[in-house]
């Protein structure tokens, strides 16, 4: 199954902690702050992304407390933060107990990140520089 494919069954198959986060991370686009869901990034499938500043929460489950996993998510974020990509990670428990704390954390972290355009500024345009 390709990544498109396997994001796609993903979005329709979500965990309740994943559907109950999703519900509220959508009440953060009036704060221009617009998440996508199941996203394929550089192989990987990310829960949640917010691409214009470079943020993604990653719903855990209990499989994610055992060694071999906890180490790969290890990788899989620090390739992701090469990348510019800062990852917060929850428990299903969490978002269970806590689903307005960690909205208010995720709000709180977006918007005090730069937007990914702005980190780009010092980039000529694609038609190149222009003497003024």
């Known amino acids: 199954m390709g990544a498109i494919a396997k994001a796609r069954h993903l979005r329709k198959s979500m965990t309740p ?20 869901r199941q996203h394929p990034l550089r192989g990987y499938i990310l829960d ?10 990653e719903v855990d489950g209990g499989s994610h407390l ?28 969490d978002v269970k107990e806590r689903v307005d ?8 972290r ?4 730069p937007t990914r355009s702005s980190l780009r500024a010092d980039h000529p345009p694609p038609e190149g520089e222009r003497d003024i």
């Not at 902690?17 to 996508?36: C, I, K, M, T």
């Not at 704390?101 to 709180?108: A, G, P, Q, S």
């Not at 977006?110 to 990140?113: E, F, H, N, S």
């Open 48 to 57: 949640f992304v917010c691409l214009d500043r470079g943020f993604i929460v």
């Open 110 to 113: 977006c918007l005090a990140l």
């Open 101 to 108: 704390e960690i909205l208010r954390d995720v709000r709180m």
């Open 17 to 36: 902690a994943e559907a109950r986060l999703w519900v509220r991370l959508r009440q953060l686009r009036s704060e221009g702050l617009h998440f996508r």
């Open 66 to 93: 055992d060694e071999d996993r906890a180490r790969k998510d290890r990788v899989r974020d620090a390739v992701l933060n090469r990348e510019g990509f800062l990852t917060m990670r929850v428990s299903n428990g």
